[in-house]
């Protein structure tokens, strides 16, 4: 298992979808969540050719410097390793964890999408450093369509060891129910990066984790 | 740069896209196309979900055992290492040849899509160890818009001194044209793929390839 500072996966993870971005460029969205607080930047694009994600993603590791504070790519892990960027999100379609973790990132995050606690078992026995679990709550994003509830959070946070976050229309209304089922991390999309103000979206986000964890 | 049987990169290559295969399994293209005489086989697919893709190379890696045989994967780096794949084709939108050979494929086959003499060098040099020259006559998969002429394919061969490919629209009426060009390979998809006997389809474009190289 890679060293990982863990505070980086038990934050608020801004995921920057283009296609939410409304215009603005991924690296501005990336700033802004980060000065609110972010710890975890993942770069989701389903669409645009690999060369230009490249691009993007070169734009964005120069933003996301720090020690607390890392940047992960959905899905690509060529793009991630061309990046290097510091690992990758992994949905039950793309590619295997246990194969990605033995053949292509034996060191980088790896973290992968669950709706049941079978499949994090499975993500954590394969070598996963986190798993999410959602879609918790309608969402604007299409992804995630499978369905899961605060229930799903609690039995998932009570079979595996690694961290686990929160994912699917988490906003300032529910973020408290979600921390309360044991999520460790919370993942948004449109609650930042579509915001008017993503740096004080991910502020008032974040500062709800970090009084919850400092309560826990 | 890596040690190929350069006679792979001086053969047939068969591009299987499932969305031309007309319903049959990409593996059964593949054993057609290799019982013709293809010496590589490369898996193009845009569209499904990447755990997918690997199931199916992981097919095509069965089917594609010998000597003189490889199966390459394009675009997708990722998928190529996880299937323990013999190597990728990129695009001129993909990503960058210097960079995959540098940090993820030291050891594969590299091909890259070039339209002219200027990225023909250039992929070259970022050490791919063939590229292709396309898209040269009307062909029925949308891909490769740009075109390309016979004169390309001569410019380029006489610019570089890795393996020239061929792609675009090549048949058994003009495939004799596009060797007396200088092609090394000629890589097609349709005419074997969509072929109502991609086996036969396979073994007269090998033969001409085959009577052109003993005749140079």
């Given at each position: 298992m890679p060293t990982i500072n863990s505070s980086v996966l038990r934050g608020l993870c801004v995921i920057i979808d283009p296609?939410?971005?409304g215009g603005r460029s991924e690296e501005e969205i990336?700033?802004?969540a980060?000065?609110?607080?972010?710890?975890?930047?993942?770069l989701r694009d389903k669409r645009r050719e690999k060369g230009l994600q490249l691009e993007v993603a070169e734009r964005l590791m120069r933003v996301c410097v720090?020690?607390?504070l890392r940047l992960i790519i959905n899905d690509h892990v060529d793009l991630a390793l061309a990046a290097r960027a510091?690992?990758?999100?992994?949905g039950q379609k793309d590619l295997p964890v246990a194969i990605v973790r033995r053949r292509?990132?034996?060191?980088?995050i790896i973290g992968c999408s669950t709706n049941n606690v079978e499949e994090a078992l499975r993500a954590q026995a394969d070598g996963a450093d986190y798993v999410s679990v959602g879609r918790l709550f309608p969402t604007t994003s299409k992804e995630n369509i499978r369905p899961a509830t605060l229930e799903t959070v609690r039995a998932v946070k009570a079979a595996v060891s690694i961290p686990v976050a929160a994912i699917g229309g988490i906003t300032e209304e529910n973020i408290d129910a979600v921390l309360a089922a044991g999520a460790d991390m919370v993942c948004v999309i449109a609650a930042v990066v579509a915001a008017a103000d993503p740096?004080?979206?991910?502020?008032?986000l974040s500062a709800r984790i970090a009084a919850h964890q400092a309560g826990r």
């Open positions: 296609e939410v971005a990336a700033r802004l980060i000065e609110g607080g972010a710890t975890l930047i993942q720090g020690p607390n510091d690992g990758v999100h992994l292509l990132m034996r060191q980088g740096r004080e979206a991910a502020r008032r």
